[in-house]
């Protein structure tokens, strides 16, 4: 059975930073697509970033591309998600999420068959 578990989230202010967490059972975070959602109130979930591959390749969509980075520790088979300057519209719930191949094919939600129970970030003035 796939679990993955989100924390880190919380409330900061504009500028400041937050490091997310997934903790990841029945996959090996290594070995798969994994990664990192978010879906503010009203909107529909869209990706961030994605981490890939033997060789850890990533991918980050433009609102989140030079702030955020993704990462992961084979040894915990845990995925982070480093934010820095975050910004208002970065207010979401943040989803770790897990496809079923090495590769990143589909980058939408639909591409990944796992989900977490989400982290809330709340970014105020």
């Known amino acids: 059975q796939v679990q993955l578990g989100e924390s880190g989230g919380g409330s900061v202010q504009a500028g400041g930073s937050l490091r997310l967490s997934c903790a990841a059972s029945?996959?090996?975070?290594?070995?798969?697509?994994m990664g990192w959602f978010r879906q503010a109130p009203g909107k529909e979930r869209e990706g961030g970033a994605v981490?890939?591959?033997?060789?850890?390749?990533?991918t980050y969509t433009n609102p989140v591309k030079g702030r955020f980075t993704i990462s992961r520790d084979n040894a915990k088979n845990s995925v982070y998600l480093q934010m820095n300057t975050l910004k208002l519209e970065d207010t979401g719930m943040y989803y770790c999420?897990?496809?079923?191949?090495?590769?990143?094919?589909?980058?939408?939600?639909?591409?990944?068959?796992?989900w977490g129970r989400g982290t809330q970030v709340t970014v105020s003035s």
């Open positions: 999420a897990a496809s079923t191949g090495a590769y990143c094919v589909n980058l939408g939600p639909e591409g990944f068959r796992y």
């Open positions: 029945g996959v090996t975070v290594s070995r798969i697509c």
């Open positions: 981490i890939y591959d033997g060789a850890a390749g990533t």
